[in-house]
């Protein structure tokens, strides 16, 4: 019996706790108001950083993947020989695709090169055809690339293999620059927006101190005095993601479509990524981050109120 009065007694202070903190955020219209505008600018502006990191990263990731070799066949080497090839080609790490181009496709690709003068190469039809046949592969990773030729060189049917080491070694220094810039910036923004979101809601606890003077003059706990404000700085940091994310998802579909119509696909044969495709990671960064942000701004913005 004392076991269950003394359980009811810990879930009404919990309840009484949370209903506190919800309570507030509907009492100090002001103070509260302007944590959400704040938080929301500052949510806004991580999320367009995020967004723009994840889009750059992956159409670089996608120029990375189109980039390669070309293995060429000698002439003698059988059917059977360039099949085997092929297949052991595409059982390599690191290997994105692999495409078959035979003499006459090589042919016919540089006659296209030629447009309406590409007659001129008529008398290299057929047997006179001096091109090879060859495999075009791309890669997952371009910092394999040495590593992949190497295997690749150990058939004997490979005449020789040519890529553009310049092009794949400054693609892979944009990729790792790109990287390391983005998350500096989200590192920023994240002390940035703890920042002002910790002085902003200072403001509320602030406008609040007789309230919390009186509480612990009666007795009150810091934990009992503090969980209410922490519940109130994770519920403004909650609302103010989900209106972040409606917001940021109308504003980047709008301009995306615009971007790939525009730019994107006709410059690099790729578009950008959707809402959609990043809105479960996005979902979790701005969780953890606007939950924590009022959580722990609250819990910073009261130490020196608490205290004796």
């Keep these: 019996m ?15 706790l949370i209903g506190e903190g919800f309570r507030n955020v509907f009492k100090n219209k002001k103070s509260t108001m302007a944590s959400f505008v704040i938080m929301c ?8 950083f995020f967004i723009l990191g994840e889009n750059v990263n992956y159409i670089a990731k996608t120029v990375e993947e189109q980039q390669g070799m070309e293995v060429f066949i000698k002439d003698e080497a059988t059917e059977a020989q360039v099949t085997e090839l092929g297949n052991k080609i595409r059982g390599l790490s690191y290997v994105n695709t692999v495409t078959h181009k035979t003499k006459e496709q090589a042919l016919e690709q540089v006659k296209s090169w030629f447009k309406e003068r590409k007659a001129l190469l008529s008398t290299y039809e057929g047997e006179n055809n001096p091109f090879k046949a060859s495999y075009v592969v791309t890669l997952t990773d371009l910092t394999k690339s ?6 690749i060189n150990t058939s004997e049917i490979v005449s020789s293999i040519e890529s553009k080491p310049d ?10 620059g790109i990287k390391i810039i983005s998350g500096v910036i989200i590192v920023i923004l994240i002390f940035i927006s703890i920042f002002i979101i910790t002085n902003t809601i200072k403001l509320t606890v602030h406008a609040r101190r007789k ?18 404000f922490m519940v109130e700085g994770m519920l403004i940091g909650l609302i103010s993601v989900l209106i972040s994310m409606g917001i940021l998802g109308l504003c980047y579909n709008t301009i995306a479509d615009k971007i790939n119509v525009t730019l994107i696909s006709e410059k690099i044969g790729t578009a950008l990524l959707t809402f959609n495709d990043m809105f479960s990671s996005l979902l979790i960064v701005y969780l953890v981050l606007g939950i924590g942000i009022g959580a722990v701004g609250s819990a910073i913005s009261m130490k020196k109120y608490l205290q004796v």
């Design 167 to 176: 092009t794949i070694r400054a693609l892979i220094k944009i990729t790792d």
């Design 211 to 228: 309230e919390i003077s009186i509480m612990k003059y009666v007795g009150a706990t810091n934990g009992f005095i503090r969980w209410p």
């Design 41 to 48: 600018a500052t949510m806004f502006v991580f999320g367009l």
């Design 146 to 151: 040495e590593e992949v030729q190497a295997q």
């Design 2 to 16: 004392i076991k269950k009065v003394g359980m009811t007694v810990r879930y009404s202070i919990f309840g009484y």
